[in-house]
């Protein structure tokens, strides 16, 4: 079965670090480009970061020099390292492949930027 599965969200200060897991079954990470997607309450989902089949990155300009985006072939896994963290980052972040697949949209997690 096709699935991808997020987690590592949680309530962090602003400053903070947070490293976010996507795990893949029914697809290989290696093969297949991956996004980090984002929606805040009220927002539409954007891509936040991405990477390509050859390990080409792509992050958007909000996440620049903050966000490391990286893959674990071997756990196929992808990962979104997330540093200097801002309130403006609180949203529930999902992991699709890019383009994304509709029927591959898990559940998110939330990460939460507060003090």
């Known amino acids: 079965q096709l699935q991808l599965v997020e987690s590592g969200g949680a309530l962090v200060q602003p400053g903070g670090s947070l490293r976010l897991s996507c795990a893949a079954s029914g697809i290989a990470v290696s093969i297949v480009g991956v996004g980090w997607y984002r929606q805040a309450p009220g927002n539409q989902r954007d891509l936040v970061a991405s990477?390509?089949?050859?390990?080409?990155?792509d992050y958007a300009d909000s996440v620049k020099g903050r966000f490391n985006i990286s893959r674990d072939n071997a756990k196929n896994t992808v990962y979104l390292q997330m540093n200097s963290l801002k309130p403006e980052d609180t949203a529930v972040y999902y992991c699709?492949?890019?383009?994304?697949?509709?029927?591959?949209w898990g559940q998110g997690t939330q990460v939460t930027v507060s003090s």
């Open positions: 699709n492949t890019r383009p994304a697949v509709r029927g591959l």
């Open positions: 990477i390509a089949r050859g390990g080409s990155t």
